[in-house]
């Protein structure tokens, strides 16, 4: 950061404020959903307008463009030394149903005024700057995620796709060709010449408005187990089969249930531990629950604690069923390992806020990003801005202007750093 003091450099949040809020409306408009919210899955038209239009949009901030074979669209700022790997940043393009317009979408527009004002400022950097926006990573549309980050680092083969079908039916193949990629048309995504990735993202949480921070430093993201457990027990008249000869299976579920939340509640932070849907058979109200099935999430940033956990659960499961009378059935789907930022560029970051009298606060993300995936192939790093309330994955997502401008200058100041001096 010596190279930052000493030039006085002054990336002023006042020049990104006006931007990034039209620019925010503006990307909104692509999948705006009439009774409010943003719906842009992947493939889908919303999809396919919104990577057109940003597209003309890093044209016009003078980047060169290009999409790959799944969808991926890149703007990039050539170097003086074009042989040097690229520095990266950006974010996803698609969204949840009924989403907010700032997941995502702020960490690309956010890279397109970053490298839009570098440009300008200071010519062209020492190393290749890009920015991306992600075709996919929320899960939305079919049952996986990180489709687009997947696909750079090789977790996914855009010519092998999963053998999946959204809720209509449609595979996710065919959509993708239909969407004209996965095709052969345009470059694979392999990459293997990013040197650091760095995004940007709301916090999806109340962490720093409660801490009246402008950035989050980002430490790590939380470890995931996914599961969907599944009891069986007896369906049964509810009001000619007495207590003591009943095997209810939702009596049961509900138990486990509570042996979740009070374990949870004796673990360190940030471990967390939720059940958010809950199916039950043949759901009459007089008619005994005979078959239920239930999700299980678990996050922690220490895998020790995760792993020891994910192996306690089903055997505490296992002895409430059969002290019931039940039989349980436990799948697992998602297992994702904690993730660790890179330690020297969060002190880049760390300097870049100390330099400029920006309150900052150091954390864990207890929701899953692309970084964590792009991390197994470079340094990798993320920085929050508040999220008002905490609100996400709603039409009433919302972040300040001027906290968004916030992240920006930061943001700016730190590709200024890795891409024009000689570090």
């Known amino acids: 950061m010596n190279k930052i003091s000493e030039t006085q450099l002054r990336f002023d949040p006042a020049w990104f404020e006006p931007d990034i809020a039209e620019a925010i409306d503006w990307l909104a408009a692509y999948g705006s959903d009439p009774g409010g919210g943003v719906t842009r899955l992947l493939y889908s038209p919303a999809w396919q307008e919104a990577q057109t239009a940003l597209?003309?949009?890093?044209?016009?901030?003078?980047?060169?463009?290009?999409?790959?074979?799944?969808?991926?669209?890149?703007?990039?700022?050539?170097?003086?030394r074009a042989e040097q790997k690229t520095i990266l940043t950006g974010s996803h393009v698609d969204t949840v149903r009924h989403g907010g317009k700032y997941d995502g979408a702020y960490g690309i527009l956010a890279g397109i005024l970053a490298l839009e004002f570098l440009r300008k400022q200071f010519g062209q950097p020492l190393r290749p700057l890009e920015v991306v926006s992600l075709c996919e990573e929320e899960g939305s549309r079919f049952p996986l995620t990180y489709w687009g980050s997947g696909n750079l680092t090789g977790r996914y083969a855009v010519h092998t796709p999963p053998d999946i079908a959204d809720a209509d039916g449609t595979t996710l193949q065919s959509a993708m060709n239909a969407a004209g990629f996965g095709l052969g048309t345009f470059s694979s995504p392999r990459r293997s010449d990013i040197a650091r990735f760095?995004?940007?993202?709301?916090?999806?949480?109340?962490?720093?408005e409660r801490e009246r921070a402008s950035i989050g430093i980002v430490q790590g993201i939380v470890g995931q187990r996914r599961y969907t457990v599944r009891v069986c027990g007896s369906a049964n008249h509810a009001g000619t089969t007495p207590m003591k000869y009943r095997q209810d299976a939702l009596l049961g579920a509900c138990e486990m249930i509570e042996w979740l939340e009070r374990k949870a509640l004796h673990q360190s932070e940030p471990f967390v531990s939720t059940v958010g849907q809950l199916h039950v058979k043949p759901n009459s109200s007089n008619v005994i629950p005979g078959d239920v099935s239930f999700t299980v999430d678990i996050r922690d940033a220490h895998l020790a604690a995760l792993q020891e956990f994910s192996g306690e659960f089903p055997e505490a499961f296992a002895r409430i069923a059969a002290r019931r009378g039940l039989k349980i059935e436990i799948e697992e789907w998602m297992n994702m390992n904690p993730f660790r930022m890179n330690?020297?560029?969060?002190?880049?970051?760390?300097?870049?806020?100390?330099r400029r009298s920006l309150p900052f606060h150091t954390m864990?993300?207890?929701?899953?990003?692309?970084?964590?995936?792009?991390?197994?192939?470079?340094?990798?790093?993320?920085?929050?801005?508040?999220?008002?309330?905490?609100?996400?994955?709603?039409?009433?997502?919302?972040?300040?202007?001027?906290?968004?401008?916030?992240?920006?200058?930061?943001?700016?100041?730190?590709?200024?750093?890795?891409?024009?001096?000689?570090?």
């Open 55 to 80: 597209a003309g949009r890093m044209e016009k901030a003078g980047l060169a463009t290009r999409l790959d074979d799944c969808g991926n669209l890149f703007g990039r700022l050539e170097g003086s």
């Open 198 to 208: 760095i995004e940007l993202h709301v916090e999806q949480g109340f962490v720093l």
């Open 343 to 354: 330690d020297e560029m969060n002190k880049t970051l760390a300097a870049i806020c100390h």
């Open 364 to 423: 864990f993300s207890g929701a899953g990003h692309d970084t964590q995936v792009i991390g197994q192939l470079c340094p990798a790093t993320m920085l929050f801005v508040p999220s008002r309330s905490g609100i996400s994955h709603s039409p009433h997502e919302y972040s300040a202007a001027k906290e968004l401008a916030a992240g920006i200058a930061v943001l700016t100041e730190w590709l200024y750093y890795y891409g024009y001096t000689d570090v």
